[in-house]
């Protein structure tokens, strides 16, 4: 059977098949219409070389290359359409603005808002345009917007700079050029933001809730700050404080992508799947749904919310935004064996190391020695030298506590107990101890600090060592009792099992049922102690 000719064969001629201008541009607009964007910023570029000189054909592509976040490629097509139309295409310049909003060149942002509304005053975007100079009020506090050019450039510049410090680690150099940015720019409230964070990453918590503070009264509502409190009151096992602040981001409904991926990370670090899922779905219609981070967040949200199936579809989409990346086949392979349980530390874009998916709880008990390095502690020697010397009633153990009361260099507390133990030897003699360049005088012992001293006593005879740890609860407890009121003391064992409850969830795995067997008391009672501490030492971190 012979095959059939072609019409062209049989007369002889070749008909030629054109590819011009238009036809690649028919074909990127169905790619684009499909959201194949890749394809379609392929078609229109063709399309472009062509007919470069087609303004529809520029601003098509340049809209394309927006949404896959290449904005200075997009804007360079956008200003040769104006060249080649001037105002008759007044849309480039609202098209310009949102691209110069996203590289955080706001002056120019707000140059080209204001001519489109000038040249279009009816025109399709003006809701849309105003909207977005709001948005650069609000995100520029109304300065950085009004900088020239050259100056605003060199502040992103130097912000850059500083970033690229944290990503290298180099964290003191970063600090030095914040702060120098803040000093030169004092409503650059990102600036602020990552000084913050630096200090948190060197575990200077104080100094870091110092900058966020700041921030936020010179610029109430700033989304980035409120999200990075979240995150830092959390870390320090501050539920109380961090879960108001929690519900307030959740009533938060900002418009820009960019406060809307802070909001879905933030949500998603805290291990609230619903709002993270909520705010990471929103990207969908922006340039982050070609950002393998967020698509990798989105994809760990929906299998915290059960939804596998969706899961693995969108670490799927992660593997061909990043082909040679590590993390969504390590996801992926632990999602099929359901041996994935989802934590704060999976939204980040990384492979997790073996100790990350610990319970929430211990993460929160761990960051507690942070908080003890933040705070005055006392040293656990001396403690422990007072405590024996207690059961030392001669000369020479007296000598050696007055002589301690009277250094000025040691803290009140450990002070206090020594002169405690003194009176408890001979409580017809008054103890004078040195505080603030005087001496003060102590009739009597101390109720607080006897019960104490019974409860650390009770601590050492069920088997527990002395450590810093419980050290810094019990000198907590005490502090607790003595400004509350709250007579914490009174039962001896519920109290030392909490203060060892705590301190060995400092240094391992400790549960509330064992403990509270351990020293013969229920979990109820064991439970209500610990959140009483807990509460307390977490007053003002």
Same mark, same amino acid.
């Given at each position: 059977m012979?095959?059939?000719?072609s019409a062209s064969?049989?007369s002889?001629?070749v008909?030629p098949?054109?590819?011009?201008g238009d ?12 959201r194949?964007l890749y394809?379609?910023?392929k078609?229109?570029?063709?399309a ?7 303004p529809?054909?520029l601003?098509?592509l /340049?809209?394309?290359l927006?949404?896959?976040g290449e ?20 849309e ?7 691209n110069?909003?996203h ?9 080209? /808002? ?8 009816d025109?399709?975007?003006?809701e849309?345009?105003q909207?977005?100079l709001d948005?650069i009020?609000?995100?520029?506090g109304?300065?950085?917007a ?8 060199e ?9 690229q410090?944290?990503e ?5 150099l970063?600090?030095?050029q914040?702060r120098s ?12 933001n990552n000084?913050a964070?630096?200090h ?5 918590f104080?100094?870091?809730m ?6 936020l009264?010179?610029?109430p509502?700033n989304?980035?700050?409120?999200c990075?409190l ?10 109380e404080?961090g ?11 900002p418009?820009?992508p960019e406060?809307?991926?802070k909001?879905g ?8 799947h619903i709002?993270?899922?909520k705010?990471?779905?929103t990207?969908k219609?922006?340039s ?5 981070v ?5 994809a760990v949200?929906?299998?915290a919310l059960?939804?596998?199936e ?10 061909e935004l990043?082909?040679?990346?590590h993390v969504a086949?390590?996801?992926m ?11 704060g530390?999976?939204y980040?874009?990384r ?9 929430k709880k211990?993460r929160q008990m761990?960051a507690?020695?942070h908080i ?11 403690i422990?030298?007072?405590?024996l010397?207690?059961g030392?009633?001669n000369?020479e153990a007296y000598?050696t ?12 507390l ?9 009176l408890?030897?001979?409580?017809e ?15 009597s012992?101390s109720?607080i600090?006897?019960?104490a001293l019974d409860?650390?006593l ?6 527990s /060592?002395?450590?810093e740890?419980v050290l810094?609860?019990?000198?907590e407890?005490i502090?607790f009792?003595e ?8 039962n ?6 909490a203060?060892d409850?705590l301190?060995r ?7 509330q049922?064992?403990?509270a067997e351990?020293?013969e008391?229920?979990?109820s ?6 959140k009483?501490?807990?509460g ?5 971190v």
């Open positions: 012979h095959k059939q000719k064969a049989v002889g001629r008909l098949f054109i590819q011009d036809y690649f541009f028919e074909k990127g607009i169905k790619a684009y219409n499909r194949d394809t379609a910023k078609m229109f570029e063709r472009v070389t062509f007919q470069p000189e087609e529809s054909f601003c098509q /340049a809209s394309t927006a949404e896959i904005y200075e490629e997009s804007n360079k097509h956008l200003l040769s359409a104006l060249e080649q139309a001037g105002s008759e295409l007044s480039c310049h609202f098209f310009l603005a949102n110069f909003a590289l955080g060149l706001y002056s120019d942002a707000e140059k080209h /808002a204001s001519l489109y509304i000038e040249y279009d005053p025109g399709e975007f003006v849309d345009t909207e977005l948005l009020s609000l995100e520029t109304n300065k950085s009004n900088l020239p050019l050259s100056t605003e450039e502040l992103i510049k130097l912000h850059d700079e500083a970033r410090s944290i290298r680690g180099d964290l003191p970063a600090q030095q914040l940015i803040i000093t030169d720019h004092p409503k650059f409230w990102a600036a602020y000084l964070l630096t948190f990453y060197k575990s200077e104080d100094e870091a110092d900058v966020l503070q700041d921030v009264e010179k610029n509502g989304l980035n700050a409120l990075n979240a995150i830092f009151l959390f870390h320090l096992g501050m539920d404080p879960g108001k602040l929690v519900e307030r981001l959740k009533t938060v409904h418009m820009h406060h809307r991926y909001l990370n933030t949500f998603g670090l805290l291990e609230e709002y993270a899922n705010w990471l779905q990207l219609k922006s982050f749904v070609y950002d393998p967020t698509t990798h967040m989105l949200s929906h299998y059960g939804q596998k969706l899961s693995l579809k969108t670490w799927k989409k992660v593997i990043d082909p040679e990346g086949p390590f996801y392979e632990k999602a099929m064996k359901d041996e994935l349980t989802v934590s530390g999976d980040q874009y492979v997790p190391s073996s100790n990350q998916n610990k319970p211990d761990k507690m020695e003890q390095q933040v705070r005055k502690g006392l040293e656990k020697n001396k422990t030298h007072l405590f010397l207690r030392n009633k000369e000598a506590l007055r002589d301690f009361c009277l250094r000025e260099e040691e803290s009140l450990a002070k206090e107990i020594a002169a405690n133990i003194m408890e030897h001979q409580p003699l008054s103890i004078k101890l040195a505080h603030d360049g005087e001496l003060v005088e102590v009739g012992p109720e600090i006897s019960e409860v650390l009770f601590i050492k005879e069920k088997g /060592a002395l450590d740890h810094f609860y019990w000198s407890a502090k009792a400004l509350s009121g709250e007579r914490i003391f009174d001896q064992k519920a109290i030392a099992a203060i409850h301190a969830k400092q240094k391992g795995r400790s549960t049922k064992a403990v351990h020293y008391i229920s979990v009672m064991l439970s209500l102690r610990i009483k501490l807990i307390w030492v977490n007053r003002d």
